[in-house]
């Protein structure tokens, strides 16, 4: 009986037991796919300087300019006359008159290099709902 105990005890297996290893790595594979959407990352650009811009003409005609100085800061030029200080509302109602005015009329948008994107999709939006489908983007200062 004791030849058969020692027996049992040199055919004791010691390999590695993958499932309770494979447990552990799904554990933590969730918990990466759990953590990685909540850590965001910033990333500073500092956008180049358009090189091959194509210049915009539309017969001679002066555009309207819808500067973005800052958040939530406005300034329509028309005919060279500068409207400053604007809000959403006064943006949108003045650039909807101008529309009306000339439907041919040109708009650009112009952006300060160190306002957040978001802003200048602010303004893009404000001209949609003013009802112009087609606004052009300004790379060069005035």
């Known amino acids: 009986m004791s030849y058969r105990r020692n027996r049992n005890r040199r055919n004791i297996k010691s390999e590695i037991n993958i499932v309770p290893f494979l447990d552990v790595l ?61 809000n959403e509302e006064m943006v949108t109602e003045i650039s909807r008159q101008e529309f009306a005015k000339d439907n041919k009329t040109l708009f650009l948008v112009g952006g300060a290099k160190d306002i957040p994107y978001e802003e200048v999709i602010k303004a893009l939006n404000l001209l949609h709902l003013a009802g112009i489908k087609s606004v052009g983007l300004m790379t060069d200062p005035i």
């Open 26 to 86: 799904l554990v933590l594979v969730l918990i990466f796919m759990a953590t990685a959407p909540i850590i965001s990352q910033s990333v500073q650009v500092d956008l180049p300087d358009a090189v091959d811009s194509q210049s915009v003409s539309n017969e001679d005609k002066i555009p309207v300019i819808l500067e973005v100085s800052g958040i939530g800061q406005y300034t329509l030029s028309i005919s060279g006359e500068r409207n400053e200080g604007l």
